[in-house]
């Protein structure tokens, strides 16, 4: 394990930086996962996020039991959230290469030589991995399945934080957002991990995109993500998922959410049924369209099946109406409140 004042080993070709909370058995299985790489030159940074269980003590031990795998612990005294632990951790790394795991990712045995593969391109700023989910073990994690499916190899669609690489020359020069973040809402007086919703990396996604960097697509680059999902992670989730939603659009000037349009426009346009008629037919429309939207979706992004399409859409109706509703709530708090993200001063231009 790294100190200060130890002396430094040959500059690593990548780093990988892991923010963790209170997820001492599941960072074992991540850290297991990264000892089964077949790439070895990389180092590992853990910043534990002032975590109330044994982390601390698993990872001394850790580090003690397996002493060639280069290892820097560092450890937050407050808990600080997941963009300022990963910005810790990329200050602590060594390598021009800085990728990033959560500890709840388990890589696969090829998942480092593959993320990296991509960087052969020059043009190439940030690259995604693909991020598998456990077989779900309800309706709530059915439900969810496939929502981190990423498209577009020549340019995705998206970051992931929990399995991506970031050139460091990129990252210093566009950052993890700081200022965007929800307070972490906590469960027995603990940030309660099991919610998040934060969208950690699409600010991150929009600079490298204005910058001109290219975001490729590492398919081929699988973690397992171990996290689960019952009725109150569900509901929380999309509830903040919709706040982070409308923090992102305010903060880089973007415009209204599309995907949660449809919805709005039906609710909206509803009162006009009063007036009889085909008053009623623009709601319905939208509500249509809507309807439409999600199926494809999961049909077609997500890849389900028309079985786990049809048993799960009731559900994911409800969850979208729970994003709607927080994402009004933090547009109209944005535009109310004195405590929010710092304003780019002009609209984002991807390009």
């Not at 080993?9 to 892991?18: N, Q």
């Not at 003590?57 to 003690?64: G, N, Q, S, V, Y």
């Not at 960087?119 to 969810?144: I, M, Q």
């Not at 709607?324 to 304003?343: D, I, K, M, Q």
Request: net charge positive; charged share 25%; with cysteine.
């Amino acid at each position: 394990m790294n100190s200060d004042g130890a002396v430094e080993s040959p500059v690593p070709r990548v780093s990988v930086v892991i923010p963790t909370c209170d997820r001492r058995a599941l960072l074992e299985r991540v850290l297991s996962g990264l000892l089964a790489q077949r790439l070895t030159d990389f180092e590992t940074i853990v910043v534990d996020d002032c975590s109330a269980d044994d982390t601390p003590d698993f990872l001394r031990e850790f580090a003690a039991a397996n002493p060639a795998f280069r290892l820097t612990c560092l450890r937050n005294e407050a808990h600080a959230g997941a963009n300022p632990s990963r910005n810790r951790g990329v200050g602590a790394a060594r390598s021009g290469l800085i990728a990033f795991l959560d500890g709840d990712c388990v890589p696969e045995p090829d998942w480092l030589e593959r993320l990296i593969a991509p960087f052969a391109d020059e043009s190439v700023g940030a690259v995604v991995g693909r991020v598998d989910d456990p077989p779900p073990r309800n309706l709530f994690e059915l439900t969810f399945k496939g929502t981190h499916r990423v498209y577009g190899r020549d340019s995705a669609n998206r970051l992931i934080a929990g399995n991506m690489c970031v050139r460091r020359v990129a990252l210093e020069a566009a950052g993890l957002d700081e200022d965007r973040a929800l307070p972490q809402p906590q469960r027995d007086g603990r940030p309660d991990t099991s919610v998040s919703g934060r969208g950690d990396e699409e600010g991150l996604y929009l600079r490298l995109r204005t910058a001109g960097w290219r975001i490729a697509a590492a398919f081929d680059a699988g973690v397992l993500h171990l996290h689960h999902f019952g009725a109150r992670t569900f509901f929380r989730q999309a509830w903040r998922g919709g706040r982070s939603a409308a923090r992102l659009v305010y903060k880089y000037r973007l415009p209204q959410r599309l995907d949660l349009a449809p919805f709005a426009l039906a609710w909206l346009t509803l009162p006009l049924g009063a007036f009889g008629g085909w008053g009623w037919a623009p709601s319905a429309l939208f509500g249509a369209a809507a309807l439409a939207a999600i199926i494809y979706n999961d049909l077609c992004r997500k890849q389900k099946t028309a079985w786990e399409t049809a048993i799960t859409l009731p559900l994911l109706l409800v969850y979208y109406h729970v994003r709607l509703a927080g994402y009004v709530f933090e547009t109209a708090r944005l535009r109310l409140s004195r405590n929010r993200p710092t304003r780019l001063e002009k609209p984002i231009n991807l390009v």
